[in-house]
């Protein structure tokens, strides 16, 4: 996910000039905040929020409330602060009182992935609606997004933005441009079974001359939305074994999701990880995405499919995720939640802590947790009331056993 936003920006080159190009480059490596801006109080993550900000806060808070932890309110209101008035985010204001201008570079990847996590969190109609507004006003001829307004149509935009919809309560089928829907958008980018070592995955966008490569990163995004889900599902309920991927002349949004997962399945078949796919990138595993690949697979039911990457990423994340910081954690909860693992015992480990320690201080701890310690309180409350009787039936015990040792062992068996 995290390289998913990076290929985005890089694809928005195109649209907003190649000196914005580093910044894409940028956001991957985790850069350190500068000496002189102060990371917010209220945001997720210590270093520098310039490309991430919006996108790594919304994705913590989502994952908070995906495990019933309840974020601070201090983090939310920094999420909130950061839309502009026309309902669309930018990936980081330093000044948030300052009006949004045309230099004011907002996108529809941090737009859509704000919205989902105040829709979770509930209370925020204001802000979401006039976010969907925005993303709905720069939706394209071919129905999809891509990352800026005008930018051609990409698979992970187009589908963080059906997430977005879906979870504001619309129907993304439903939101369309010249009689077409983001669904429609996300097909064309779904590539023939019988493509050589590609068949059934999703492009990010066509190149140059029209041809579509599928890339992992693409395609674990695009079964999401091909899906209608957001970061946050369950595991899918359908079958899927010895599933082929299927050529049909018209593929609906299900059945290119279903080929999709096919291609993640056999990506993931020789090793237990994703490999990453960012140009000039040294051949290593992609923790991100095969958190993301995991997700993809369960929500369309490939449960058996993500046991081997699941365990290979509850092995070995660690370093990674210190390193990436909270969207990272967020993206191994929402894979955990997925599957139906916990997160609070990840490899031994625990996620929500892991995350949480990376934010400001919760507002309340997880409800589940304190439902648990309510009834571990009322438990002591009970034993200590028994605990005084019992006390007292105790000493007199002790007191009769002692006086029946003083006056003989007869007396003292009796007792007994």
């Known amino acids: 996910m995290i390289v998913r936003r990076s290929a985005a920006v890089l694809a928005a080159t195109a649209v907003i000039g190649t000196a914005f190009a580093p910044a894409a480059l940028a956001a991957d490596s985790s850069p350190s905040p500068s000496a002189s801006q102060a990371i917010p109080s209220g945001l997720y993550g210590s270093t520098d929020p310039t490309y991430d900000g919006v996108w790594r806060q919304s994705l913590a808070l989502l994952a908070q409330d995906t495990v019933g932890v309840k974020p601070a309110a201090k983090a ?20 948030a009182t300052a009006k949004c201008d045309a230099k004011t570079m907002v996108d529809t990847n941090n737009t859509a992935a704000a919205v989902q996590a105040l829709a979770a969190l509930g209370g925020h109609d204001t802000e979401t609606g006039k976010a969907v507004a925005w993303l709905k006003s720069v939706q394209n001829k071919d129905g999809g997004w891509g990352y800026v307004a005008g930018g051609a149509s990409d698979a992970n935009s187009t589908s963080v933005v059906i997430g977005a919809l879906a979870a504001a309560g619309e129907k993304p089928a439903n939101v369309s441009q010249g009689g077409k829907s983001p669904y429609d958008a996300l097909v064309t980018l779904s590539i023939a079974c019988e493509g050589e070592g590609s068949g059934g995955g999703f492009a990010f966008q066509p190149d ?18 091909s899906l209608g889900k957001g970061f946050v599902t ?28 096919s291609y993640l ?15 000039g990138a040294k051949d290593q595993p992609d923790y991100g995405n095969t958190a993301d690949a995991v997700v993809a697979l369960a929500s369309d039911g490939w449960t058996e499919d993500t046991q081997k990457p699941l365990a290979w990423l509850e092995k070995n994340y660690g370093a990674w995720a210190a390193k990436a910081g909270p969207a990272a954690y ?23 802590k892991q995350l949480g320690a990376t934010g400001p201080a919760t507002d309340a701890s997880d409800h589940s947790a304190a439902a648990s310690d309510e009834k571990k309180d009322e438990k002591k ?27 003989s062992g007869r007396n003292k068996k009796q007792q007994l």
Not at 79 to 94: D, E
Not at 331 to 341: D, S, V, Y
Not at 381 to 403: N, P, Q, S
Request: glycine fraction near 14%; charge should be neutral; include cysteine.
């Open 234 to 261: 369950t595991h899918g309920k359908t079958s899927t074994s010895g599933y082929v991927c299927g050529a049909t002349e018209k593929l609906t949004p299900a059945e290119a999701a279903r080929n999709g997962a």
């Open 208 to 225: 140059k001359k029209g041809k579509l490569a599928a890339n992992a990163d693409a395609t674990a995004a695009a079964v999401l939305g």
């Open 330 to 352: 967020a993206q191994l909860i929402f894979a955990a939640h997925a599957t139906g693992t916990d997160p609070r015992d990840f490899g031994g480990a625990d996620l929500v």
């Open 381 to 407: 409350k009970d034993d200590d009331k028994g605990l005084g009787v019992w006390w007292i039936v105790g000493v007199g015990l002790v007191a009769g056993i002692g006086i029946g040792f003083l006056i």
């Open 76 to 95: 939310v209101d920094w999420l909130t602060g950061q839309q502009c008035a026309s309902g669309a985010f930018a990936p980081y204001r330093a000044d």
């Open 265 to 279: 399945s056999n990506a993931l078949n020789g090793t237990p990880y994703l490999k990453s796919a960012m140009p």
